[in-house]
């Protein structure tokens, strides 16, 4: 078998077999095919995108590039959920709790924030103590305990898909739907869960900026889990506004707090409640509306903070920060940024809030950048909000003043403003089974 042949044959429209895929995924992951000829198959699928066949071998051969993660010990009940990305979306903070709460067993490798995007992990760090990596036995051991455990994605999980996905990002084939779908749902493959549940982001701030390509894709990775012999779902939500009013690591922990201790409502909560109760739905076989009244119950009498304050305790994590939010990393600066206007707001383009909050130090340029737990920012107005001159339409944090001015004009930028009031838009979008 040449990798000629195999670039040859997709550039001409033909389908790859299992072997044909098997055998550029594991060569390439051992070095043995050069970027050139990956890149040239990259952009054959590019153009000629993949069947949903196709997908699946691509995808299981993927996962069994490296080590693979092995939750049968908790038979139906393991459950895995994954975002793909948006700014100020700390569901993972809320909803592993409310399912770990009810029996569901949680066991979650999640990722750093690059670039408008910020990371689970990041955010537990805010925590101090906590330990976002545990030996495999560790992690195991802890889901046993407590039903929930969330660590930092290891290198020798799927490294067929980092080492791909560092080559798309450069060779411009990183918006192909079957590539997606084979990166994003190979690492939940190789996590081990049974069930999983995809937040599909759609808007300014997300990957998929129309309601169109994101069902899109959410079909496919439905699809994909499916034919690899995983019970999925997928939420489209919102991301053409920051999801809840923080924007930031220890904000956003607070924030999180705040739904699960003191029961604030609004559209983190509604989207929250949405996932969980897909999870709670597909893990126990469940009605959606049974499903649905287990989790609000969960939130309301007090046993998903329960549970939060024990899985971060078991992780190593200062549990009077929960208990405490004040005690959490906090800026030594804020700056209120004002209307210049009267009006509503139109539209936020959130990708360039997610920006503003990196250019505080919340966020970072590049993989290897340091983070600043306590910047970020506070939301006061959003999409829909009437608004007067000089009301505060956000709050900054940082601990270096000079990063304000580049901060305030880069959200103020991000504001479109109009005379007449409109309806909100809805968080949830649609679900896919």
Not at 89 to 116: C, E, W, Y
Not at 137 to 145: G, N, P, R
Not at 255 to 270: F, P, S, T
Request: one cysteine or more; hydrophobic letters at 40%; a positive charge.
């Amino acid at each position: 078998m040449r990798m000629y042949d195999i670039i040859q044959k997709k550039r001409d429209g033909g389908k790859l077999t299992k072997e044909e895929i098997k055998f550029f995924v594991d060569g390439y992951t051992k070095g043995e095919i050069p970027d050139y000829q990956a890149s040239a198959l990259c952009m054959a699928i590019y153009y000629r995108k993949m069947s949903d066949r196709e997908t699946a071998y691509l995808t299981d051969a993927m996962a069994n590039s490296g080590d693979t993660l092995d939750l049968s010990c908790f038979g139906a009940l393991s459950a895995d959920k994954h975002s793909t990305g948006g700014v100020g979306d700390k569901t993972s903070l809320i909803v592993g709790p409310v399912v770990a709460s009810l029996g569901v067993k949680l066991a979650k490798m999640s990722g750093r924030g690059l670039g408008h995007t910020g990371g689970t992990v990041d955010k537990l760090e805010s925590i101090s103590g906590y330990k976002t990596a545990l030996s495999t036995d560790e992690f195991i051991d802890q889901v046993k305990k407590c039903g929930i455990a969330v660590i930092g994605q290891t290198a020798d999980l799927a490294p067929a898909d980092k080492k791909l996905y560092a080559l798309r990002d450069v060779t411009a084939t990183v918006d192909s739907i079957p590539l997606i779908t084979s990166s994003i749902m190979s690492k939940k493959l190789a996590a081990g869960s049974r069930n999983i549940v995809l937040d599909v982001k759609v808007g300014s701030g997300a990957f998929m900026k129309t309601p169109r390509d994101a069902r899109l894709l959410a079909k496919k990775m439905v699809t994909i889990g499916k034919k690899c012999r995983r019970n999925v779902r997928a939420v489209l939500t919102d991301m053409n506004v920051p999801l809840g009013n923080a924007v930031g690591n220890a904000l956003e922990i607070k924030e999180a707090i705040a739904v699960l201790r003191d029961g604030k409502r609004g559209d983190l909560y509604d989207v929250c409640i949405a996932l969980a109760t897909q999870i709670v739905s597909l893990t126990f076989k469940l009605d959606e509306k049974s499903a649905r009244e287990k989790v609000m119950g969960a939130v309301s009498d007090g046993s998903a903070f329960a549970k939060m304050r024990e899985w971060i305790a078991a992780q190593g994590g200062d549990v009077s920060q929960i208990d405490h939010p004040e005690k959490l990393p906090t800026a030594k600066y804020e700056y209120k940024v004002v209307s210049e206007k009267d009006g509503y707001i139109e539209k936020m383009d959130t990708e360039k809030i997610g920006i503003s909050a990196v250019l505080l130090g919340a966020g970072r340029k590049a993989k290897e950048d340091p983070i600043d737990h306590a910047a970020g920012i506070i939301i006061e107005k959003k999409t829909g909000d009437r608004v007067k001159c000089g009301d505060v339409l956000c709050t900054l944090f940082a601990n270096d003043k000079s990063l304000f001015l580049s901060a305030r004009e880069e959200y103020l930028s991000a504001i479109k403003f109009g005379e007449h009031s409109f309806e909100k838009q809805p968080v949830i979008y649609g679900i896919i089974k």
